[in-house]
């Protein structure tokens, strides 16, 4: 299973899970709360309530089953992934979590991954681009790395380098928008507006015009780019699908009257 889907899924699975979403997570957790009572160390039952627990974002008590579970059954993959997964959502992970797996399961892509975020939440970004390309090495296909390589080059200032690490990761995942908005707001930072727009073009077809927002953003390089008639067409549809847009942009417009 490890061999097949060595990254163990998304960043924030459970948010994007289709079991969970349609599931009676409350009801879940009480059934097993109730399996928990009967079998205290059964290391299964405490991973999948920590598990409910990650998704009901009690990290607490999420890890403090994982860490049950883990002491139950020390090579327990699913809850050592899952305890190191904890970094990914905010920084109650740590690097012993992702170490302690990397001694069971040490050609992991995910664990390498997670530990890349542990190193970049100590701002130490030589360490954490390293276990980033031993991710992307170890699973060339997965897009995560790259975006991760992409987010820890944009903070040490290396634009060129981030725009290369977003195409990389949308070479692998073309129906991520978030890569598209981000290598956006860098070529709007160096002036080419034209790429700038294109990346917009590519996440509203994405999102089906469902954010309107992008509409705005879109209006801005188009403005720049010296296109006023298509700015205010995007502008004008973002303002119509928007109500309150509208109210706030004309307080605004009679504010400068």
């Not at 990650?54 to 699913?78: E, L, Q, S």
Request: net charge neutral; with cysteine; glycine share 2%.
């Amino acid at each position: 299973a490890i061999k097949i889907n060595p990254t163990f899924a998304r960043p924030n699975a459970p948010d994007e899970d289709y079991f969970f979403r349609n599931s009676n997570v409350t009801k879940l957790l009480a059934d097993y709360n109730q399996l928990v009572r009967d079998e205290p160390n059964n290391p299964y039952a405490l991973a999948l309530r920590g598990e409910l627990k990650f998704m009901k974002c009690d990290d607490a008590g999420a890890k403090a089953d994982f860490d049950r579970a883990i002491a139950n059954k020390p090579d327990f993959f699913f809850a050592l992934v899952r305890r190191a997964d904890l970094i990914n959502r905010t920084d109650n992970g740590s690097l012993a979590d992702c170490n302690a797996a990397l001694k069971y399961y040490p050609n992991c892509a995910r664990l390498h991954h997670d530990k890349g975020i542990a190193y970049q939440f100590r701002q130490e970004h030589i360490l954490a681009i390293k276990e980033f390309n031993h991710a992307s090495r170890l699973y060339p296909q997965w897009s995560r790395p790259y975006y991760m390589l992409a987010q820890v080059h944009l903070s040490m200032g290396n634009s060129s380098k981030a725009l290369t690490c977003f195409e990389e990761c949308l070479q692998y995942e073309k129906t991520w928008t978030e890569p598209y908005l981000q290598q956006a707001a860098i070529w709007l930072e160096i002036h080419n507006y034209q790429r700038a727009i294109s990346n917009y073009d590519q996440a509203i077809a994405l999102t089906r015009s469902a954010d309107h927002w992008l509409y705005c953003s879109r209006a801005e390089a188009k403005l720049a780019s010296g296109d006023t008639l298509g700015a205010a067409a995007d502008l004008t549809y973002y303002l119509m699908h928007d109500p309150m847009q509208v109210m706030a942009f004309t307080i605004q417009l009679l504010l400068l009257l």
